[in-house]
């Protein structure tokens, strides 16, 4: 889910503009050249930079193939920045290439895998999911909890479920599709970004307002606002970009604290601990496994396990305990973009054990900071 366009957007445009006018389609190398096999990770390009190059391009009508020549699930969408995206999913083994042509035609029908809305029946929950997670964010008709981080759904399907589960009004009770089992209370719950004051954790209401910019079928997108609040005598207050595209049990935030009067914000990417059976902390990761929190019966329900992960490019990450979270401290700057990821997995969704949940971590953690490399022809 990481930016794979490893060039500037800028260069790439400039070269597809000499190169590839009017031309009827461009071709996208996307080499691996790690050690880790990618699978559907999701690659971006600039739109305008392709229109530049294919004659007649549009959002309704680019369409991208694989190296056999099969279509495969493609979305354009504008970033609130006004950036023109276009998106779609390789599969490139370790230490090889591919190629995909993108070019204008019609397009094939295909499965929607990502999905979020604003839920103002229930209290105005911000509401996400793909085909392997769900979770929401509690908005600001909701009086208790007051919480930055997201309540995690765990779903044993890969059908969007979340419409059903809100009209149904019963998702604590597994109907054989998943359920909410996960308790969040005044906590950072599935895993946030806060600031932090000595040993204590600063957690600011739910968000103030929303807006989605996009939705589905590879990714959908939301911005939350959230007002100031009260970091050691000054007043923070937060910008948060949620992520979450297709194929992944990761949800990526990012972040942007503001205050008037602090340059550098200490900070954690925290996740509530409850009762934990397997915990591994790594570099820029930490990885956990605990019985079911918001259950009658933990036997029943199963394990839950959250990730969490801080982008490579930030210095000085130390995972920690703090104030009863499994926490990774960094330090943020005003005004300046933070990069997270948070997942979620089920022991009966998907998750065979803490150790795979563990590996699966590290493993996405690695290609967070080993990005795969796209050259456009």
């Not at 700057?333 to 990821?341: C, E, T």
Request: charged share 25%.
């Amino acid at each position: 889910m990481k930016r794979l366009v490893t060039g500037a957007a800028a260069l790439i445009s400039a070269a597809m503009m000499m190169s590839c006018a009017s031309k009827g389609e461009v071709k996208v190398l996307i080499e691996n050249d790690s050690d880790l096999s990618r699978v559907n990770e999701t690659v971006e390009l600039d739109f305008n930079a392709l229109k530049a190059g294919i004659e007649g391009l549009t959002a309704d009508n680019a369409v991208v193939l694989d190296a056999e020549g099969k279509q495969v699930p493609v979305q354009v969408y504008t970033e609130r920045h006004a950036e023109e995206l276009l998106i779609f999913q390789a599969s490139v083994p370790a230490g090889e290439a591919v190629e995909f042509t993108v070019s204008a035609g019609v397009r094939e029908p295909y499965d929607t895998l990502v999905y979020s809305r604003y839920v103002p029946e229930r209290a105005d929950d911000y509401a996400y999911e793909n085909n392997l997670v769900a979770g929401r964010i509690y908005g600001p008709a909701l009086a208790d909890p007051r919480t930055f981080g997201p309540d995690i759904w765990l779903k044993c399907t890969d059908r969007l479920i979340v419409d059903e589960w809100y009209e149904k009004a019963d998702y604590h009770h597994n109907y054989g599709d998943g359920m909410d089992c996960y308790k969040v209370a005044n906590t950072l719950g599935g895993g946030a970004l806060a600031p932090y004051v000595g040993d204590k954790i600063v957690i600011g209401d739910n968000y103030a307002s929303q807006e989605r910019i996009c939705n589905g079928p590879v990714r959908t997108k939301a911005v939350l606002r959230y007002d100031a609040f009260d970091v050691d005598g000054n007043l923070v207050s937060a910008v948060k970009e949620i992520s979450l595209d297709a194929n992944t049990r990761f949800l990526k935030t990012s972040t942007w604290f503001d205050c008037v009067n602090l340059q550098e914000i200490p900070v954690v990417l925290g996740a509530v601990l409850h009762d934990v059976v397997s915990r591994t902390d790594g570099d820029h990761y930490i990885a956990f496994t605990e019985k079911a929190s918001d259950s009658s019966d933990p036997g029943r329900d199963g394990d839950i396990s959250v990730g969490l992960v801080v982008d490579a490019a930030e210095q000085g990450v130390e995972a920690a305990t703090m104030d009863g979270h499994a926490v990774l401290k960094a330090v943020a700057v005003s005004g300046k973009r933070f990069d997270v990821w948070t997942g979620s997995g089920w022991s009966q969704g998907g998750v065979e054990s803490p150790e795979a949940w563990a590996q699966a971590v590290k493993d996405f953690a690695y290609a967070q900071a080993h990005p795969l490399k796209v050259t456009v022809k």
